[in-house]
Each structure stands twice: as structure tokens, then as C-alpha cells.
């Protein structure tokens, strides 16, 4: 357990339900990630806050996502109208400087989407 | 484009020493990373090479030549816990986003 959390640990949604995921990163850390992963693949970055700043968004991102972190903790990933594309892992990391200046990163277990 | 290519799968038996090659081509880079996952598990950081040289970290060595945009991951006394998949990671820029490669699944046997 790498103290980063993420609610719901599975979701399973029709095509076209919009969904919400949170994750709770670890205390302090200013630096939070979204990350996506489809079985046998590594990750693939889909945006990261500095505080409440969305600093970087993927141009593979669809704007059917939106991510907040409105107050520099928690953040939110929302999925609109969901695709059967959508479905995979949707993972959070979080870091801060003294983490060897923000390059060892501390992943959450993720959320698993499944899109019917 | 971005790309990093690492072999899809080793194998090697409890004890040995195995290293996982990775190779990338991208459009930035300010370092390279390791994570392992294990199966269901999230991706845990194992290491991070800024400059050209080796990092060790226990059983664990990485490696970095950015002249030939090459690193490897060194794993010595394997043991069955270390089966696992092996990612290596690119930091493109100053925000720290990771381009990960493909992943080497590594079988340790008896």
C-alpha cells in the first residue's frame, strides 16, 4: 500500500453513462498524475495537477474526460458519454519534490472500468 | 512520435542475474525510470537515472547512455517474488510525465 487511494476499485457501466473516479493522493504531495492502462500495456499519461493546476493534458485525450483537483488534494477523472474503448485501468500517482525531486512517483491500485 | 522498446518477455531461474534492455527514441528527455507491477498490482517505482552512469539500489542496478538513448535494468539473486512486469519510463519534461514502454514480463523458475 503506497498510501495513494482510488474509489471505486471497479466500475462497470453501460455505453454512454458518464462516470466519476476520485483519488486520494498521499498527504502533501503536490504533484498528482492520471494515467490509463489496457492489459499488457504500460501506462499511458492522460493529465497531472500541481496543486489545484491542470499543468498538462495527453492531445489523446478526448474532451469527453475532465479532471479537477479543486483544492489541491483529491482529484476527480470524469468520463462522459463512455465508449467500449474506454474500458481499462485508470490509475493515479502522486509525488512530490523530496521524492527524489518528483521522479519516483507512488501509484494508487486504480479504478478498473468496464464499459458493456 | 515517441517510443521506447523493451523484449515482451524473459525468463530466468531463482539466483541468476537478468538484465531488461530498453531503448527509446522521444522528443524530450530528462531521464529514465523503472517500475515493476505485479500482476493486479499498481506499478511501484524501482529506480531512476538522470545522468549517464549506474544507480544501485540493493539486488536492483539501472543504467543510462543518453548518447545512445539506451538504459537496462539489472536484477541479480533473482527470486520468485521478482516475477513481475518491468516497465521502463521516460521523464519528457520538467512536469515529470512518464512515456512508458511496453513492459518485459519476467518468469523467475525454480
Known amino acids: 500500500d503506497t498510501g495513494v487511494s482510488q474509489n471505486p476499485r471497479h466500475k462497470i457501466t453501460k455505453r454512454g453513462q458518464n462516470v466519476t473516479f476520485r483519488c486520494d493522493p498521499i498527504s502533501e504531495h503536490n504533484r498528482l498524475y492520471w494515467y490509463r492502462q489496457t492489459l499488457g500495456q504500460g501506462p499511458e499519461f492522460l493529465t497531472y495537477f500541481q496543486n489545484e493546476a491542470q499543468l498538462e493534458k495527453s492531445r489523446l485525450l478526448s474532451d469527453r474526460f475532465s479532471a479537477e483537483r479543486p483544492k489541491g488534494s483529491f482529484s476527480t477523472l470524469e468520463i462522459q458519454r463512455t465508449e467500449q474503448g474506454d474500458s481499462a485501468m485508470y490509475l493515479c500517482?502522486?509525488?512530490?519534490?523530496?521524492?527524489?525531486?518528483?521522479?519516483?512517483?507512488?501509484f494508487g491500485p486504480g479504478t478498473r472500468l468496464t464499459v458493456l | 512520435g515517441q517510443s521506447l522498446e523493451q523484449p515482451s518477455e524473459v525468463t530466468a531461474v531463482e539466483g541468476a542475474i537478468v538484465q531488461i534492455n530498453c531503448t527509446y527514441q522521444?522528443?524530450?528527455?530528462?531521464?529514465l525510470s523503472w517500475y515493476q507491477q505485479h500482476d493486479g498490482g499498481a506499478p511501484t517505482f524501482l529506480s531512476y537515472?538522470?545522468?549517464?552512469g549506474l544507480e544501485e539500489t540493493g539486488r536492483f542496478s539501472s543504467f543510462l547512455s543518453r548518447s545512445d538513448s539506451y538504459g537496462y535494468l539489472l536484477l541479480q539473486e533473482l527470486q520468485m517474488k521478482d516475477s513481475a512486469s518491468y516497465f521502463c519510463?521516460?521523464?519528457?519534461?520538467?512536469?515529470?510525465?512518464?512515456?512508458f514502454g511496453g513492459g518485459t514480463r519476467l518468469m523467475v523458475k525454480p
Open positions: 519510463a521516460v521523464r519528457n519534461n520538467a512536469g515529470n510525465m512518464l512515456t
Open positions: 500517482a502522486s509525488t512530490a519534490y523530496r521524492d527524489k525531486n518528483y521522479n519516483e512517483q507512488f
Open positions: 537515472n538522470g545522468l549517464d
Open positions: 522521444t522528443s524530450g528527455f530528462y531521464g
